[in-house]
């Protein structure tokens, strides 16, 4: 099992940058990819970023590419991904969750843009950004 954690969400303007942690604990020994996604109130969960074990391979939605940025650092007993929020817009208001694909096939992957492929989730960390 994987225990993920989400922090740094909050109250910005726009035009303001934020990083969201998400701590990845209970299994770290073993490669699997994280990926960010947001949902907004009375919208569906959405893709955001993904990045793969080695953090050499990431993927963007293309509504905030160019300005968020995903990485990851693979403690020895924890791994922690970032999600570098810039140039905020009050269209990127939503809850945030990271999440865990535990799947063999895809451990090595960049990681998939569905959220039916991943098998572990954090409580969320809300974002609010005011025009």
């Known amino acids: 099992q994987v225990q993920l954690v989400e922090s740094g969400g909050g109250l910005v303007q726009a035009g303001d940058s934020l990083r969201l942690s998400c701590a990845a604990s209970?299994?770290?020994?073993?490669?699997?990819?994280i990926g960010w996604f947001r949902q907004a109130p009375g919208k569906e969960r959405e893709f955001v970023a993904t990045?793969?074990?080695?953090?050499?391979?990431?993927?963007?939605a293309g509504s905030v590419k160019g300005r968020f940025t995903i990485s990851r650092d693979n403690a020895k007993n924890t791994v922690t991904v970032y999600l570098q929020m810039n140039n905020l817009k009050p269209e990127d208001t939503a809850v945030y969750y990271c999440a865990a694909d535990l799947s063999l096939s895809r451990r090595y992957g960049s990681g998939t843009s569905d959220p039916r492929d991943y098998d572990y989730w954090g409580q969320g960390t809300q974002v609010t950004v005011s025009s």
């Open positions: 990045i793969s074990w080695s953090g050499d391979s990431t993927n963007y």
């Open positions: 209970g299994r770290t020994f073993s490669p699997y990819v």
